[in-house]
């Protein structure tokens, strides 16, 4: 079962082109990883794939479970099951980390006709959660991330995730700052979450988040499209030769 079929998507932001007619597609099961030196355009890609509305597509199309992800606004596209970390890190000080993650679970239930859970039965839902974070409950009842840590923010990303089970979960890490400790979180979460229904889209610069990972398929990004795909040989390969090796065996080839 195909989850996210893209093909040839091309995206401008403030006028420049930075997807260049980029093509990718995710079955149900799979961890693909997409690594690619800065400014390839991985950002991009999840920022279109959320929605984000400073993103203009000008070409190509998506299709996420046989819906036209382009058409959805971004809180459809949550609800219809993608889930982009990076849309949570806000800080909304007054709404406390536990109410906002039920308002999420309940919006995503209703959404699929579900009775909406109450307080009791989400708690108990949410202890289960915890566990797979191991995470301190006392983080419930604070702000929506505010004043947490680095790997707070991404253990509380992770724990979102974990209540919504989304059939695409598209992690970016953007932040090159990542320590060990908060890579390990992503990563088991990733890990624990993955499933036969389910797929993960984990972008990365760096190799080292796939020592905790091990993804099916492993994609390179250059200027804006996937130049190159393979196993996680690649992405040790890529660790020890560097982009320039994938551009000059490229060139060789054309
Ligand atoms: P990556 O995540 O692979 O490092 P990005 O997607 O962040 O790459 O950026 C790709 C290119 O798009 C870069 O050249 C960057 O400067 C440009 N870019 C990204 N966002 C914007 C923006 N909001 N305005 C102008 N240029 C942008
Ligand atoms: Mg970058
Ligand atoms: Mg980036």
């Known amino acids: 079962e195909v989850i996210l079929s893209v093909r040839d998507l091309r995206a401008e932001v403030d006028g420049n082109e930075i ?3 980029l093509s990718l597609e995710i079955k149900a099961g799979e961890i693909h990883a997409i690594m690619g030196p800065n400014g390839s355009g991985k950002s991009t890609l999840s920022k279109v794939l959320a929605g984000h509305p400073a993103y203009v597509v000008t070409g190509g199309e998506v299709v996420f479970k046989g819906q036209n992800l382009l058409d959805l606004e971004p809180e459809q596209r949550s609800l219809a099951g993608i889930f982009l970390a990076f849309q949570y890190p806000l800080e909304i000080p007054g709404v406390s980390n536990l109410d906002f993650l039920r308002v999420s679970y309940n919006a995503r239930r209703k ?12 708690d108990e839902l949410i202890q289960e959660k915890l566990e797979i974070v ?5 983080f419930l009842n604070r702000s929506l991330n505010e004043g947490f840590s680095g790997g707070e923010k ?20 953007t932040d090159s700052g990542l320590d060990i400790d908060a890579l390990k979180i992503v990563a088991n979460g990733v890990n ?17 988040l796939l020592n905790y990972i091990v993804p099916d398929i492993v994609h390179v990004m250059e200027a804006g499209r996937i130049v190159t795909s393979g196993t996680k040989e690649l992405a040790e390969e890529l660790e020890n030769r560097g982009y320039d090796w994938v551009k ?5 080839k054309a």
Not at 134 to 138: E, F, G, Q, R, S
Not at 248 to 252: G, P
């Open 19 to 21: 997807l260049k007619g």
């Open 154 to 173: 991404k253990r509380n990303e992770i724990l979102q995730m974990a209540l919504l089970e989304p059939s695409l979960a598209i992690l970016d890490e």
């Open 111 to 122: 959404h699929e006709g579900l009775e909406e859970l109450d307080a009791f039965d989400f």
């Open 134 to 138: 191991k995470m301190n409950p006392a």
């Open 248 to 252: 000059e065996e490229l060139t060789a």
């Open 192 to 208: 624990q979450l993955a499933s036969a229904d389910n797929a993960m889209l984990v972008i990365t610069h760096y190799q080292r």
